[in-house]
């Protein structure tokens, strides 16, 4: 089986969000460290997934949500680890109207498609991630498009607990992996 490493976004994804129940349940998952979760600085971000990424046994698999989708996004064209895929959930607007405070130096992320294969996965009412943007950035990245109606921001406020519907599709790509 393959390495899992789940890369919460701004603030960490408390204990109710369905990363960190992702986590509880499967011990094969485990989470990056940046320095801080709430003041991001992408440089320290992609050195906090570097290091996990090297202890991984197996090119492992990335569960990305909300800034973390950015932080993928700045760092697949430098990157030199192979990935298995990546599995990427609500990522923000850098550009839009409301944007996650404090995580300018996430802003700007290469628009070019992405070296290992992904699904980009969306909610069609996003305050971060307008529906257009999500199906943009999912073509633009090369990664399979799914939306899952309207669940907000895809977080523990969207009352999802361990959302069986996102397990569901994390396992239909993990079966197109091999």
């Keep these: 089986m393959s390495d899992i490493i789940m890369l919460p976004g701004l603030g960490g994804s408390d204990g109710d969000h369905w990363q960190t129940?992702?986590?509880?349940?499967?011990?094969?998952?485990?989470?990056?460290?940046?320095?801080?979760?709430?003041?991001?600085?992408?440089?320290?971000?992609?050195?906090?997934?570097?290091?996990?990424?090297?202890?991984?046994?197996?090119?492992?698999?990335?569960?990305?949500?909300?800034?973390?989708?950015?932080?993928?996004?700045?760092?697949?064209p430098v990157q030199k680890a192979p990935i298995l895929g990546a599995f990427v959930v609500a990522p923000p607007d850098p550009t839009g109207e409301v944007y996650l405070t404090g995580a300018g130096s996430f802003a700007n992320p290469p628009r070019q498609r992405l070296p290992f294969p992904s699904m980009l996965v969306t909610s069609t009412n996003d305050p971060y991630g307008?529906?257009?943007?999500?199906?943009?950035?999912?073509?633009?990245?090369?990664?399979?498009?799914?939306?899952?109606?309207?669940?907000?921001?895809?977080?523990?406020a969207s009352g999802l607990s361990d959302w069986p519907e996102g397990k569901a599709l994390l396992e239909r790509f993990r079966a197109q992996l091999g």
């Design 21 to 76: 129940l992702w986590e509880r349940q499967d011990p094969r998952i485990r989470r990056f460290q940046p320095s801080s979760w709430d003041r991001p600085t992408l440089t320290d971000w992609i050195e906090a997934l570097e290091r996990e990424i090297a202890r991984s046994k197996t090119p492992p698999i990335l569960i990305a949500h909300s800034l973390a989708c950015q932080l993928i996004a700045h760092w697949a």
């Design 130 to 156: 307008p529906y257009d943007y999500s199906r943009d950035s999912a073509e633009i990245w090369g990664s399979e498009f799914m939306s899952v109606g309207p669940l907000g921001h895809i977080n523990s």
